[in-house]
């Protein structure tokens, strides 16, 4: 377990999936979690209950990203509650599949908002606000290397998530705040399964040359590990955590 006991994690979409998952991992390393949820709150609670019987410290805060003022009043409640912001884990994010021929503007601009502007504004207060030795970890994916037909929005999004990943690492300079990417692959969430027969998933796990499916937990460690002092010297980076797929 690192000892992390006076820092201040904040992870959006955290309520279920990976984000779930990194605010466990988070916790049980000793930061005290904000569990942002955009929609149902009683999975958000329940997460927050969870930690709390193990021994770790959360809270639970509603907020659409893609919402300026409601990011700015995020950043707000945890300097109320816990003093500052450490950690930002920019985990939110959707995905809606369809080729560039035939993605409407509600497809285009809804992943738009969630995916990239919702990134844009927490990293933009992140970068005003977080406490000086912080971490930034953003989520990308491995469908940036990957390129497979359909994923032309989805996929767009995610290389614009690298390159802000590569620009605010250079704009922080001097306050020793690292700023990196996670690109995972295949992994086995709700997001992920969801829509897709059996063979399609069976097919995806086969891809990778450890042929199985990413599991929450190992994302969550990649986290981790960004966040810990193991990985202080790991900045500007976009780690592609998928068994090798690409």
């Not at 309520?15 to 988070?26: N, Y």
């Amino acid at each position: 377990m690192t000892n992390q006991s006076n820092k201040v994690a904040i992870v959006t979409g955290a309520s279920g999936g990976i984000g779930a998952a990194v605010s466990q991992r988070l916790a049980k390393d000793g930061f005290t979690v904000i569990v942002n949820y955009a929609g149902k709150v009683e999975p958000a609670q329940a997460l927050v209950r969870e930690i709390e019987a193990a021994g770790g410290k959360a809270l639970a805060h509603q907020a659409d990203i893609g919402d300026a003022e409601a990011v700015r009043k995020m950043f707000d409640a945890a300097e109320t509650a816990f003093g500052g912001v450490d950690v930002l884990i920019n985990n939110a994010g959707i995905m809606m599949l369809a080729p560039i021929a035939d993605s409407d503007d509600a497809l285009f601009d809804r992943q738009i908002n969630v995916n990239l502007k919702g990134t844009f504004n927490t990293l933009r207060e992140a970068a005003r606000r977080l406490r000086d030795g912080g971490r930034i970890v953003n989520f990308s994916s491995s469908v940036t290397g990957l390129l497979q037909p359909g994923y032309g929005v989805y996929a767009a999004t995610k290389a614009a998530v690298e390159a802000m990943t590569s620009i605010l690492t250079k704009e922080l300079r001097g306050r020793a705040i690292t700023v990196n990417s996670i690109a995972p692959g295949p992994t086995a969430t709700k997001l992920f399964l969801d829509g897709k027969p059996r063979e399609v998933i069976d097919r995806l796990a086969k891809l990778a040359p450890l042929e199985r499916l990413g599991q929450p937990e190992d994302i969550a460690a990649v986290v981790a590990f960004l966040v810990g002092p193991d990985g202080a010297w790991i900045n500007g980076q976009t780690l592609r955590a998928n068994g090798g797929i690409i």
